[in-house]
DNA sequence: CTCCTTTTCTTGAAGCTTCAAATATTAGGA
DNA sequence: TCCTAATATTTGAAGCTTCAAGAAAAGGAG
């Protein structure tokens, strides 16, 4: 029954100009890489985490970690992008239960070609707009926030064997 | 055909700090939020919007422009809130094209509920996580970022006369 | 007044995400 | 070995968002 601490004013204007963001920044991504590339921003974050491997594969689990979304997403995703020919899964050797996604070679080609545009927006309507500090506080700053979003910040997990 | 400005190691980790913030925070919001009172976090920005007016109605382009997301978006959430019964619609007597939405007490009442838990959250996972100079520096960051997706600020747009 | 344009809002379909449940495989123990 | 639990992933349905198109009213020129 205690009485919530609510916002103070300062408080309540930052966390609008957050929020606004958040409904903002996303769509404003996602449209120009449809536009010009017929790819979510999310989808195309996840072929440029493959691509980034020298073996341009991960296993999905370990996918879904860097690209910080739940397996079921990552699941439907790679099965479209599979779909449009970008992607191959194959079972892991190692462990059945395991999959392994892979960038095809029209996939690398892909994210190649959608690159340049994408940094652009990128640059135009994030790093352009902020100063060299500001740049700097805004990774502390989200990285303070997600370490309470995800108290063990999912990075290199396991090993990789195969 | 110039050469992209690729992005500096500085430059990489801040952007992808924010693109994490940007797939993680939202998720985190609407869960608890639909677990504890069954609507989106969305659905509540918008309710919440109306429960701060007098008159608890705003015109569904304003409350768009409010809420930074398109008529359409605005339009069918409006149209689940209301088959909840929780907003209203109604034509505006003075300008036929428009329409009004307005908080039913039951939707009030819904705001109300949800609001402790909601704040509880948002203080958990943002304001909590940040100092005081880092809020105020959050605040005019985003800030930057908006005017470059939305230079011209939406905000009090017209006057609402009905 | 009529025609045309603009504004405001809604609609339906397609696509994406989530949630809960299902499948398949490995690991551990009696 | 067999049984149970844990792990890794997929699936289908339901819900939300976007996109393109549509409807309705207002404004303005002739």
Redesign the interface.
Known sequence: MDE????TD??Q???R??????????P?LDSQLQRDSGVTH?GY?VMAMLSERPDRSLRMSDLAAR???SPSRVSHVVARLEKNGWVRRARSSCDGRSNLAELTDAGYRKVVDA??GH??R?????????TGP?????????????????PDGRKGTRPLTD
Chains 1, 2 share one sequence.
Not at 143 to 150: C, E, P, S, T
């Open positions: 919530p601490r609510w916002l300062e408080e204007k930052a966390w100009q957050l929020a606004m963001l958040m409904t903002l920044l996303p404003a999310f974050w690209a910080s979304a690159a340049p940094v652009e990128v640059r135009d309507l994030v790093l352009d707009a902020l500001q740049l700097q506080e805004m990774g502390e700053i989200c990285g303070a926030m997600l370490r309470r979003i995800d």
